[in-house]
Structures are given as structure tokens and as C-alpha cells.
């Protein structure tokens, strides 16, 4: 199938991929977003909380859905044999007796005197009713379509346990409360991620199973004519009265109003891409990526739309076989912390927007970053890339000319990126320019302030449908609220908890001179007060998760240190294997001896 554009790098099997997976995200997100959610056996909402788990809500969901069919297979049996029925009228052979004597008919006898049967219009009985339909449009888009869809969306996360790293002894020392707090959350969230894991894997089989059992129960033979309908009929008396429809519409009904009310204004997109009813079209993927991006913070963040507010699946519209999202529509997210920090995202998708001399410039994402009334934004452009056939130029263009020189100043953003699909090229703005195109193209440019580091302002980043994009996308989720935002950088987004400062969060050494309150906030702010390298650890105490924010040698600029980070490891090979990062704004990188090892 030819697409709208020649592709060079992103095929035809991999749009398909983003078709696929914008369905099942519109389910997870559309999960993660029902406000009443029922924490599932086995799961207790102690000190090691549930929220930040993106396996939570939908398991919950997935228990709604083969709650729904445990009633459906208890009554199945009872409604094979005695299924509601309706009176049709259609042409059918009857006794001629028992037609009616119209002259028509007399004229027939009279011309066909040994004649027995003969076509009329008469009323039968048939299992062609709307209670029928209804039991069809649940087993086929609730305990078939949505139960592989939800059984594909659990096996395809990410949930991975954390490993301490290399921490000094000598703080180690300092700090045996802490380091003791640390190891125990480390190995309870690691326990609970394994625990997480096997009733994931239980609950995939057990969902597999059902929608098996959907698919046999929809062959029965007085089912075998019903078409299913698009929408579910409306209840008729028969439905909601009848012991055994009754009680499957009632559990339907619980499910509608309960874990699965968000699912609802999804189901049709969800039908339309599991059923290969879209064209993989290149404008697929610029959607994927807004897409991916908008349920990266609510499945990651647990962010929520404004009340009443449709998230940015129930816009996506079905329009000649291909997918189409609302330009220049604003889709907010919002989020709070424990402490009654408020944060918000908000997303556009091919926005309109006036630089600074007033010429219009349109990228592919816009985002705003609100915290406590700053804002930051920030700008994406999509685009299919294989550099090593398109060539340096390409890419020199991408970077210097669109991301920093299109967007990046005339538009007043804090930071501006590439989103393309060439696996070999992932350039974060963590190092200068000039370098990343000498590592990969063995050229340099002389363009302006190409030798010049650039603080994770502008580059290009590799986005692979079903390759890397879970990680990629949640290093942009830490890199938009944590590295450019000073005030979430002590934050657990996932739990929505701000650290404790002095308990929770703890600087790299002991100062006698000043309180470590104080020592932190010089720290998190890059003082030059605040000593050369000094770290501040975080543990969060609800999931475990684990980082670091330290100022770089030199300057004092803080980075954010993760498991997968976005900063460029030190080029000191003595520093492999642990947590130590080029400064990206001014390349401290400091080696063991200047550490004093």
C-alpha cells in the first residue's frame, strides 16, 4: 500500500504498529483516567503506595472485564436453552389453508386446485431481537475486542526493577538511617514489581482464556444471525426484567459507570484500529507521537484532565480510513503533589503560532509546562529520517535550522526537538553540536555556536514505534518537569509526593556551618554556595524510586541523575558503570583525580 508520502525510513508494518498502539493507548489512558478505581486483591495501600504502578488501574480494569464474564458464563447455559426470541414478518411457504381469502388467493386455489403450499408474507418466531444483540455486542467488543486489547496493553508494559548505584562510603558512613530507609524501599518496591509481574502474567492468561470463551460462545446456534451493532441497543423492559439478561446488563451497567466509564467514549476508535479499518498513512505517526507523548503523563504522572474535559482520544476522529486529531485544540493535563503543588501540561497538535516578528510558524506539538504560575514551552516537530542515506545535511538542518533557528528563539521556547525514526541518531542537547555530528557524520560545521554546549535546549530524538518509545518518552516526561523545573525536582510525579527535605532528601556531605535545608535548596537552585559537586539524594518512601540532582564541578549547574538518563555519560573511563555525567551546559567532567580519588 502506497502511503501519502515516500517514506525513507519508517515502513508501512511500522505505522500499522502506531495504529495499533494509538487504539490501545486510548484504553490504558482511558483507564488510568476513570476517577473510581477498585485496587485489586492483594494489593494493600500501605507505605509502599499503588499510584505510581501503571499496571494498577489497568489490572483493575482487566478484573471488571472478567467479572463481566464469569456472569456471562454462568448464564449461559440457561440462556442457550431458553433465549429470548422476537415475532419478525418475512416471506415464508405456509399451508395454503392457512392463508387468508383474499381474492388474490381464491384466484390461486382456482388455477392450482392440488397446490399445498405457497409464499406469503406471515410472522415468525426469530432469535433477531435487541436482548440478542446486546448479549452479541458484549461478547465481541467487551469480553473479546477490549479483553485482547487490554490482555496486549499489560503485557507490553515496562515495569522494571531499580539497582542502588554506586554510592561513597564515606556517605554511606554519614548517612546509615538513610542508606537503611533506601535499601528497604529499594527491595520493597523490587519485591512488589516481581509480585506486580506474576499476577500481570496470571491475569494476561486468564484474559486470553476469555476472550477464547467469547469467541466459541458467539458460534452458538442462536446467535449464529445476529449482527452485532456498533453501539449497545438500548435496554429494552425485556433486557433489564428477564433473571438472566437482567443480571449480565446489570454487571454491564456496574462496569459502564465503574472502571470501564472512560473505555466507553474509546471503544470506537479502539474497534476501528484493532480492526484494521485505518490506512497507514504518514501523518499516522506525527499523531502516534502527540498521542504517545499525552499518555506518557498520565500513565507515568498519574495526571488527569480538567473535569469534564475529553482527553485527546475522544477527539481522534475516523475520516476516510485514516486517523485525524483537531489542529490547534489545547488537551490539558493536570497534576498535584501531596503538599498542594499544582502542575499542569497542556498539548497542541499542529498549533498556530506568531514569532516575535509576528511570522507564523507551525510545529507538529506544542507544550506548556505550568508550576505554581511559571510556565515553559516547549515544541516537537515529527518527521521520517534515516541520516546515514539522507546525509549530514539533513540532519544539520533538522537541528540547527528547524529545532533551534525555526522554533527554538523566534518562538520563545525553553527547549525545541526533532522526533524522527532513525534508530542510530538520539541527540538529547547533551553535548555541543558539533560533537554529536563528528561521533556520527566524522564532519564538523563552522555554523554559529556549534561547538557551544547547549543545556538539553534543542536536538533530535529517536522515537521507533514498538522499539524504544516507553523509555524515550518518559526521559522527555523527566526532562520537561524535573530538569527545566526547579520545583518538581525533589518531587515523585508518579505518587505525587513531595519529598521530605532533610529525611527524604539529604545532601552529599554534612555541613556544620549552615542547616541541610539550606544546603539543599543551594544545591537544587546551583548556588556557588554550594560547594563543588555537591549531590542531593532522593528516596521516595511511597514506591522506592530512587535519583540524584548534583551540581556539576565547575559551574554548579544541577543535573538530574537516573537509571536512564538523557545527559552524556563521562568520557573518564574510570567513571563506567556509574552515575557520573557531562555537564550539558558547560562540559565539567571531572576526572578521579580531580575528585580527589
Avoid at 489490572?59 to 467479572?67: G, K
Avoid at 471503544?267 to 485505518?278: A, D, E, N, P
Avoid at 555519560?569 to 557520573?580: A, F, T, Y
Wanted: hydrophobic content about 35%; glycine content about 6%; proline content about 5%.
Amino acid at each position: 500500500m502506497m502511503t501519502e508520502q515516500q517514506l525513507t525510513n519508517i515502513n508501512e508494518e511500522q505505522l500499522k504498529h502506531c495504529i495499533a498502539e494509538i487504539g490501545l493507548l486510548a484504553l490504558s489512558t482511558s483507564s488510568c483516567v476513570t476517577r473510581q478505581m477498585t485496587v485489586h486483591e492483594g494489593i494493600e495501600n500501605s507505605s509502599l503506595g499503588i499510584l505510581w504502578c501503571p499496571s494498577a488501574k489497568l489490572l483493575a480494569t482487566a478484573n471488571a472485564l472478567l467479572d463481566l464474564a464469569k456472569v456471562v458464563k454462568d448464564n449461559w447455559d440457561v440462556l442457550e436453552q431458553r433465549p429470548l426470541k422476537s415475532f419478525i414478518t418475512q416471506v415464508a411457504s405456509v399451508d395454503i389453508k392457512r392463508v387468508s381469502s383474499s381474492p388474490q388467493s381464491l384466484i390461486q386455489a382456482k388455477l392450482n386446485p392440488f397446490k399445498r403450499q405457497t409464499l406469503t408474507f406471515t410472522r415468525v418466531e426469530s432469535n433477531q431481537c435487541t436482548e440478542n444483540e446486546f448479549l452479541c455486542y458484549v461478547l465481541d467488543v467487551y469480553l473479546k475486542d477490549l479483553v485482547n486489547g487490554i490482555a496486549k496493553v499489560l503485557t507490553s508494559l515496562k515495569i522494571e526493577e531499580i539497582v542502588i548505584p554506586n554510592i561513597s562510603r564515606k556517605f554511606q558512613d554519614e548517612r546509615p538511617n538513610f542508606m537503611t530507609d533506601l535499601r528497604k524501599r529499594v527491595q520493597k518496591r523490587n519485591f512488589f514489581i516481581g509480585d506486580e509481574k506474576r499476577r500481570i502474567t496470571e491475569t494476561v492468561s486468564q484474559l486470553h482464556n476469555c476472550a477464547e470463551w467469547a469467541s466459541q460462545a458467539r458460534k452458538a446456534g442462536f446467535l449464529e444471525e445476529v449482527t452485532t451493532p456498533d453501539e449497545p441497543p438500548s435496554p429494552s423492559l425485556r433486557l433489564t426484567g428477564s433473571p438472566i439478561y437482567g443480571s449480565i446488563f446489570e454487571q454491564y451497567s456496574n462496569c459502564r459507570i465503574g472502571s470501564l466509564a472512560a473505555i466507553e467514549q474509546v471503544i470506537y476508535l479502539y474497534r476501528c484500529t484493532y480492526q484494521g479499518q485505518v490506512r497507514p498513512t504518514w501523518e499516522i505517526y506525527k499523531i502516534w507521537c502527540v498521542a504517545r507523548m499525552y499518555s506518557t503523563f498520565i500513565i507515568y504522572a498519574n495526571m488527569q484532565p480538567p473535569k469534564g474535559e475529553p482527553t485527546i482520544f475522544e477527539c481522534i476522529q475516523t475520516k476516510r480510513g485514516t486517523l485525524e486529531l483537531p489542529r490547534n485544540k489545547a488537551f490539558k493535563l493536570q497534576g498535584k503533589l501531596n503538599d498542594g503543588t499544582e502542575f499542569s501540561i497542556t498539548f497542541w497538535y499542529q498549533p498556530e503560532l506568531l514569532t516575535h516578528n509576528g511570522e507564523l510558524r507551525m510545529p507538529d506539538i506544542k507544550v506548556e509546562v505550568a508550576t505554581n504560575g511559571y510556565k515553559r514551552l516547549y515544541c516537537f516537530n515529527a518527521e521520517d529520517r534515516n541520516y546515514k542515506e539522507q546525509g549530514s545535511d539533513q540532519f544539520i538542518d533538522d537541528v540547527l535550522e528547524i529545532a533551534r533557528n525555526k522554533y527554538l528563539a523566534p518562538l520563545g521556547m525553553t527547549a525545541s526537538f526533532i522526533l524522527h525514526t532513525d534508530r542510530q541518531v538520539n541527540y538529547w542537547g547533551e553535548v555541543p553540536f558539533n560533537r554529536i555530528l563528528q561521533e556520527k557524520f566524522n564532519l564538523t560545521t563552522e555554523t554559529v555556536n556549534a561547538n557551544r554546549y547547549v543545556n538539553h535546549q534543542y536536538g533530535a530524538i529517536s522515537l521507533i514505534p514498538g522499539l524504544n518509545a516507553d523509555e524515550q518518552f518518559q526521559k522527555i516526561l523527566q526532562l520537561l518537569f524535573k530538569y527545566h523545573n526547579n520545583s518538581l525536582k525533589t518531587a515523585c510525579l508518579a505518587c505525587g509526593y513531595q519529598l521530605e527535605w532533610g529525611k527524604d532528601v539529604v545532601p552529599s556531605w554534612k555541613p556544620s556551618l549552615i542547616s541541610e535545608v539550606e544546603l539543599i535548596s543551594r544545591t537544587l537552585n546551583g548556588s556557588s554556595r554550594a560547594g563543588n559537586g555537591t549531590g542531593v539524594y532522593c528516596s521516595c518512601p511511597k514506591c522506592g524510586d530512587f535519583w540524584v540532582v548534583q551540581i556539576c564541578w565547575i559551574n554548579h549547574h544541577p543535573l538530574l541523575k537516573l537509571i536512564d538518563c538523557f545527559h552524556r555519560h563521562s568520557d573518564h573511563p574510570e567513571w563506567k558503570g556509574k552515575w557520573m555525567y557531562i555537564c550539558p551546559v558547560c562540559g565539567s567532567d571531572p576526572s578521579p583525580e580531580d575528585l580527589g580519588y
